[in-house]
């Protein structure tokens, strides 16, 4: 898998934390966006760069942003 050189955050409300998060991200081509068969809400699949960095195991980190999220060029949080 390539990483996409274009890397942007993005800042949405994870269930699993309770909280807003932001995370440095990127897109290859596993990446997608899709509404959720049942529930019905769209969600994003992206890859985590720092948590691909961190991993260092040659496989992209991919995480996914549901319901609503904000994409920024910049770091915000």
């Not at 993005?10 to 309770?18: D, P, R, S, T």
Request: charged share 35%; with cysteine; net charge positive.
């Amino acid at each position: 898998m390539t990483i996409n050189k274009a890397i942007f955050y993005i800042k949405y409300y994870a269930k699993k934390h309770e909280c807003v998060i932001e995370r440095k991200a990127t897109l290859d081509n596993e990446c997608y966006e899709g509404v959720h068969k049942i529930k019905g809400y769209p969600y994003k699949i992206y890859v985590d760069v720092d948590a691909t960095k961190e991993r260092d195991n040659g496989k992209n980190q991919y995480r996914c942003a549901s319901e609503k999220w904000e994409i920024n060029d910049a770091k915000t949080i």
